[in-house]
């Protein structure tokens, strides 16, 4: 509970602090915004010229864009710390996080809270209600439940990613923008239906970097759409184990890192 | 001439360095190239044409600009705006060089760094996988050179433009991510413009970000749109020109009110 509290503490802080130059917060935060905003009338625009996409309706690609980009927006306020974390090995600065009495995990988790954010988080929110609207959703009391569970995985699976992408710069002190892939890309990946995809591209995202439980099995349980590639409507439910077990294995693989970290001595 | 010729080959020597980063980018920008033609053929599946392309056009041009990305679209490099947050641009500014040219020529070694280590690669790796079409012949290739020069000269201006609002700012990153956002638009990278409505398209030639991507890979394509090749490339020389102007004046007006931080 008090690890509850002090968190609370230092993200307040951070957001403090953040707070101090407001013009360049309003200007970020917007720029945020669009620049995601673009991301989406690219969607909008190919639907223009075409009805759909493989059997895909604007409104249905919509969800898959919201349901991935809601998640990562959403992972990017809780994982900042470890996004920027390669300054920390860089300038030898972790050493001082090792000797404070609280676990690594907890204090990168609690480093940073990136506020600015809140533009690309409104656009990915807005995305989804206008799908949930355009595509005319029917609600039973299972979807809305299932909703913020599917939008809360998503976003364990991206700090997963996050914090692998952190623990490899145990070993290569430098930043890996290899991870960009799956967090960018992947989100650029889960924006769309798995079909559209080559054999070998859609497997790698089911059964290795598992990113179509963020969006692609949530989107055609939410829509009762039946699986064109024939996989059981019940793969929507196991998004949360799925989710939480990659997580899982990013904590292990940190905690690896951790034992196996060499400050730079600068 | 020279001075600028070395400056251009130290900064394609010192992006030598990063190799493994280069070697992530690699594969980085293959992941998108893989991504984008996905898209991209099956928004033509079961349909001969969309917005003017077939199959092997709309695979070939999703290729070539992801190839083309690092060389002639990116303009988030901070050296020059390190440089006035250090006050090291107080320096290089006494120097008896042209500072604006000085700085033209780091983004052109770098570009031209991007061209042989990103692009080449990444295109014969589009060319195995994907089958991508050739210039239809020398002339092409040849004019298509001719447009990437260009491409480049333009990127690198508005990388100058952009880092340079650094001396009324300081940090120069919002403005560089706004224009990036609108480069990323309107320069074709997301998509083709001829996939944009009538209004929007217009805008698209009022604006320099074409002359980035657009331009060389409809050369590289021989397709005809709404310009020809000739046009294409003129417009690319007047754009590139329009910045380089932009790049002296501002230069002339941030010395006036230079404010050098620390010491």
Redesign the interface.
Known sequence: MYAIGLYFRLIGACIRGQMQYRV?FL??TT?QF??TF??F??VY??F???PS??GWSLGEVALLYGLAATGFAIEEFLGRGFDVFHHKVVHGDFDRVLIRPWGTFFQILADEFPVRRLGRLGQAVLVLAFAIRYVGLRWTWAKALYLPVALGSGCVFYLAIIIAQATMCFW?V?A???A??FTY?GT??AS?PLE???DW?RKLFIFVIPLAFVSYFPALYLLDKPDPLGFPIWFAFLTPPVCFAVLGLAVALWRYGVRHYQSTGS | MRLYLEVARKSFRRQMAYRTANLAGIAVNFFFTCLRVFIFTSVLAHRTQVAGYNVPQIVTYMCLTEALMMTAGAIGHWELMDSVITGQVAMDLARPWDFFFYWLSRNLGRAAYFAVFRGIPLFLLSRVIFQIQLPANGLTAVLFLVSLCLAMLVSSALGFLTNFTAMWTTDARGVASMVTTVMWFFSGMLLPPEFLPHWLRTLVWWLPFQAQLYAPTTIYLGRTGELDRGQLLALQALWALILMGVGKAMLAAGQRKLTIQGG
Request: no cysteine; glycine share 4%; hydrophobic share 55%.
């Open positions: 360049s200007l970020e720029a669009f620049a673009i991301d009338l690219t625009f190919i223009n010229r075409i996409l493989r290569t430098q890996v923008e290899f960009n892939i890309g650029e990946m769309y559209i995809y080559a591209f």
